[in-house]
T-cell receptor
Framework: SQQGEEDPQALSIQEGENATMNCSYK?????LQWYRQNSGRGLVHLIL?????REKHSGRLRVTLDTSKKSSSLLITASRAADTASYFC????????????FGKGITLSVRP | GAVVSQHPSRVICKSGTSVKIECRSL??????MFWYRQFPKQSLMLMAT?????????EQGVEKDKFLINHASLTLSTLTVTSAHPEDSSFYIC????????????FGPGTRLTVL
């Protein structure tokens, strides 16, 4: 079964609104990361949150991590049309140098 | 900093031919490079991990004779899809790690392979 699963699978919002995307995972992790992928492009790293952290901010991004529920959320505040992309969470399992496992991604559309 | 390039960005080939994709770390040395495959609207699936100067480690279900990986230098890894078939059509993405760790990866822009 999928280690990282995001929901919703697709999200459409108006510019200026906040976008919240969730990720759930199944095993204990070292870190959880969020990436953005524009259509037909590679991945851009957004933020990494460690298993001992609960919240992290970077600009308009806010990430939370609840290890008891094995879930994370990515909040993009004051969204812009340029935020339109697919967003993936990726986890590396507890243990030395575990590979990244990606979720299926969330497609975010921000309407101007 | 931490820029990774891929070449070509898009390739169309005939069935039965081989295609080579290059992945370069432009401003850092990459101890480890990773190759992923992504189907439309799907997640990234790790194909293999390559370390400079040694054989690549392939994930379960990935044919090493089909997907040849060479990591000849600290800034270049190549993926060759041999005897390509239409089912090999996909988006191939590489990433590079300066530290050799999975949780620090910088991704290339991807290569769209279409096999006719």
């Amino acid at each position: 079964s999928q280690q990282g699963e995001e929901d919703p699978q697709a999200l459409s919002i108006q510019e200026g609104e906040n976008a919240t995307m969730n990720c759930s995972y199944k095993t204990s992790i070292n870190n959880l990361q969020w990436y953005r992928q524009n259509s037909g492009r590679g991945l851009v790293h957004l933020i990494l949150i460690r298993s001992n952290e609960r919240e992290k901010h970077s600009g308009r991004l806010r990430v939370t991590l609840d290890t008891s529920k094995k879930s994370s959320s990515l909040l993009i505040t004051a969204s812009r049309a340029a935020d339109t992309a697919s967003y993936f969470c990726a986890t590396d399992k507890t243990g030395a140098n575990s590979k990244l496992t990606f979720g299926k991604g969330i497609t975010l559309s921000v309407r101007p | 900093g931490a820029v990774v390039s891929q070449h070509p960005s898009r390739v169309i080939c005939k069935s039965g031919t081989s295609v080579k994709i290059e992945c370069r770390s432009l401003d850092f040395q990459a101890t480890t490079m990773f190759w992923y495959r992504q189907f439309p609207k799907q997640s990234l699936m790790l194909m293999a991990t390559s370390n400079e100067g040694s054989k690549a480690t392939y994930e379960q279900g990935v044919e090493k004779d089909k997907f040849l990986i060479n990591h000849a230098s600290l800034t270049l890894s190549t993926l060759t899809v041999t005897s390509a078939h239409p089912e090999d059509s996909s988006f191939y993405i590489c990433s590079a790690s300066p530290s050799g760790t999975y949780n620090e990866q910088f991704f290339g822009p991807g290569t769209r392979l279409t096999v006719l």
